[in-house]
T-cell receptor
Framework: DAKTTQPTSMDCAEGRAANLPCNHSTISGNEYVYWYRQIHSQGPQYIIHGLKNNETNEMASLIITEDRKSSTLILPHATLRDTAVYYCIVRVGNNDMRFGAGTRLTVKP | DTGVSQDPRHKITKRGQNVTFRCDPISEHNRLYWYRQTLGQGPEFLTYFQNEAQLEKSRLLSDRFSAERPKGSFSTLEIQRTEQGDSAMYLC????????????FGQGTRLTVV
């Protein structure tokens, strides 16, 4: 599976959009991009995933560049409860997911 | 609640003892994964089942670790002769059949070896 690169930490003001970037320059054509987040002492929570097209659900939007070498997770109106570690993962088929260190997002009042 | 269930949530054991954790996946999810997570790190893959077959094991899964998934339903992870370095959160995840499906995680079992 392709390796991902994320910033170690980011801050965001409450009520503003949080844009979390992820680089996956070695992604192959059949690898999906997944985003999970983990709030302290809990299991990872699925957020969203996509292959080529941008995706949106009730939690977030996922923007994937045309060359698929990077993506951005957007939380449109961040709240204090969105403070967590966010993981960007690429995976093909039935393989397991390999987590990196993720981005620690802190939402500030 | 029909999510992934793990039991127990917390386990404290003395070094050298054996421990067993249980994971009940989401119903009809044929794929089940075990991960280990230490403080400040992302989850690390341990092993993967498709139905009852164990298809992949990480190098992290030493001889003291064994996982089973009889009948392709719940799974157990056993650690024999625990060591202090085994202290971690043990996470289970399950996923349905087909490609491009998301996996759902349980709340984990936190193991402390004293």
């Amino acid at each position: 599976d392709a390796k991902t690169t994320q910033p170690t930490s980011m801050d965001c003001a409450e009520g503003r959009a949080a844009n979390l970037p992820c680089n996956h320059s070695t992604i192959s054509g059949n690898e999906y991009v997944y985003w999970y987040r983990q709030i302290h002492s809990q299991g990872p929570q699925y957020i969203i995933h996509g292959l080529k097209n941008n995706e949106t659900n009730e939690m977030a939007s996922l923007i994937i560049t045309e060359d698929r070498k990077s993506s951005t997770l957007i939380l449109p109106h961040a709240t204090l409860r969105d403070t967590a570690v966010y993981y960007c993962i690429v995976r093909v088929g039935n393989n397991d997911m390999r987590f990196g260190a993720g981005t620690r997002l802190t939402v500030k009042p | 609640d029909t999510g992934v269930s793990q039991d127990p949530r917390h386990k404290i054991t003395k070094r050298g003892q054996n421990v067993t954790f249980r994971c009940d996946p989401i119903s009809e999810h044929n794929r089940l994964y075990w991960y280990r997570q230490t403080l400040g790190q992302g989850p690390e893959f341990l092993t993967y089942f498709q139905n009852e077959a164990q298809l992949e094991k990480s190098r992290l899964l030493s001889d003291r670790f064994s996982a089973e998934r009889p009948k392709g339903s719940f799974s157990t992870l056993e650690i024999q002769r625990t060591e202090q370095g085994d202290s971690a959160m043990y996470l289970c995840a399950s996923r349905g059949p087909g490609t491009g499906r998301e996996a759902f995680f349980g709340q984990g079992t936190r193991l402390t070896v004293v």
